[in-house]
């Protein structure tokens, strides 16, 4: 490490400690002053008072963590044998080249589903697998100029949603299944495993949602499967990062030494 490394390191452990310190008297302070005036009921100061506490907990993990050298902290949650790092590295690369192509699919996905909302498209064939008594709706392309349709017409936005949701399902499954036989760590194996649960949760609320005509709680809860889905793959695709060429030296020296 160069001595301009270790300043901009040191710089930035100084700020976040002041940082952190900072937020204890912003929060203190007119809490204080709020609770001597007497503006502050008992149930309110509760909260508040748990809120601190909180705070607190994450100074003290902050603590913990500097004090016990960080190395001890991070091993509790991803232990890194260095005989398996570099596989673990390789294998990584090649599930990172299916995992961005399918975070593109499900963001689609969540897009189409906006227009399905802005459409009022679910208050239409509420039926599945077929839309009515067809497969594919006779006015799905009805509208003129042609393009309007993959934002006006009802048919065609359910239709396409339709086919985005079951695609999303089948890549992220198909992910899942390449993911079983690579060698990577147990941790991102889990955050695949999680994100094939909640992609066939997102499929089944759509499909429940659908068929009961767009209740509010269910329509509500079909939305914030979407956001979490995206969100699953996002941190997917950010756990996949390729290594920085420091991490990879350190990782083949390690190998090499065992």
Known sequence: MSLEDFKFIYWMEYAHRMWGRALVFVFAGPFAYFIA???????LGLRLSALFALGGAQGLIGWWMVKSGLETALSVVMPDPPTGSMSWVN????????????????????ISGASVAGNDAGHAYNSFPKMGDTWIPEDVFCIEPFIRNFFENTATVQFNHR???????????????????????PAVKSLIGSTLGMAALQVTLGISTLLMYVPTSLGSAHQAGALTLLSLMILLTHTLRRPSPALLKSLATAVKST
């Open 91 to 110: 294998g990584a690369s090649k599930i990172r080249k299916l995992a961005v192509p399918v975070s593109a699919v499900v963001g689609i996905t969540a």
């Open 163 to 185: 086919i985005l949701a079951t695609a999303t399902l089948l890549s992220v499954g198909g992910l899942w299944l390449a993911a079983r036989k690579i060698d990577m760590h």
């Open 37 to 43: 005036k007497g503006y502050v009921t008992r149930q």
